[in-house]
């Protein structure tokens, strides 16, 4: 079953927003595309570009972080290279053994993200509306 975004995982900005379900929409490709025993080839390229796509993401997520003066700005940006060092972890144990159980598959990815937006990112939310910072 896809993964869906819901109105409960905003951070209060839309570019964000829009980047997690952007990033959601990647995971649920990955999936449809192992379930679907598409070619390694292309497996391989959709995990590609979540692994761009993250990196992209997290920058900006970052720089915006930066500009409202966040206080667990540090905090966050660990928290990102710790999931830019597991996605990596994830796409090399997927190329080497790409026939592993799409459950697994599904389970990390789904919290890999998921987690993070909801233990981390919705502190931030909360953070904006509680000084008041203008949002983009
Ligand atoms: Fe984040």
Do not use: C
Request: proline content about 4%.
């Amino acid at each position: 079953m896809p993964i869906e975004w819901k109105a409960s995982l905003s951070v209060g900005d839309f570019a964000l927003d829009r980047d997690h379900q952007q990033l959601i929409g990647i995971m649920n490709n990955f999936m449809d595309a192992v379930v679907k025993n598409h070619a390694l080839e292309e497996r391989g390229r959709v995990l590609n570009d979540l692994l761009l796509y993250t990196k992209n993401h997290f920058q900006k997520e970052e720089a915006y972080l930066q500009q409202i003066d966040y206080p667990g700005l540090a905090a966050h940006q660990e928290a990102h290279a710790a999931l830019m060092r597991q996605v990596f972890e994830f796409r090399m144990k997927f190329l080497l053994n790409p026939d592993q159980p799409s459950q697994d598959l599904f389970a990390f990815l789904n919290h890999w993200l998921i987690n993070h937006i909801i233990k981390m990112d919705l502190q931030y939310r909360e953070f904006v509306s509680a000084t008041a910072t203008p949002i983009r």
